[in-house]
Nanobody
């Protein structure tokens, strides 16, 4: 079982930058993919980025590609999501989640929630002026 704890969400003005953190704990973490998802009010939870913990392979959806950067620190067992040029459309609760996937196809895995069995509690990001 994997445990995840997100932090870093807050209010930010349009055009601003935030870095979210996801502290990961558990065993055999090298076999896991960590995904970032977000859910805006009245909308479905969407996958936006993910990373493999063993070799750092990354995936981004089109909506965040070029603005968001995912990274991992294997010493701290923490995954980060650096978010730049934020807009009101990025306002949402952000969640990190873990999927056991030794040989993942990230473009298929990371766009759906059903492959991810462990979830953090979420952190709120609000972008407004």
């Amino acid at each position: 079982q994997v445990q995840l704890v997100e932090s870093g969400g807050r209010w930010v003005q349009p055009g601003g930058t935030l870095r979210l953190s996801c502290a990961v704990s558990g065993s055999h973490l090298e076999y896991y993919v960590i995904g970032w998802f977000r859910q805006a009010p009245g909308k479905e939870r969407e996958g936006i980025s993910c990373i493999t913990l063993d070799n750092g392979e990354k995936y981004y959806t089109n909506s965040v590609n070029g603005r968001f950067t995912i990274s991992r620190d294997t010493v701290k067992n923490t995954v980060y999501l650096e978010m730049n040029n934020l807009g009101p459309e990025d306002t949402a609760a952000y969640y990190c989640a873990a999927a056991p996937a030794p040989s993942p196809i990230l473009s298929r895995l990371c766009v759906h929630t059903h492959g991810f069995g462990s979830w953090g509690q979420g952190t709120q990001v609000t972008v407004s002026s």
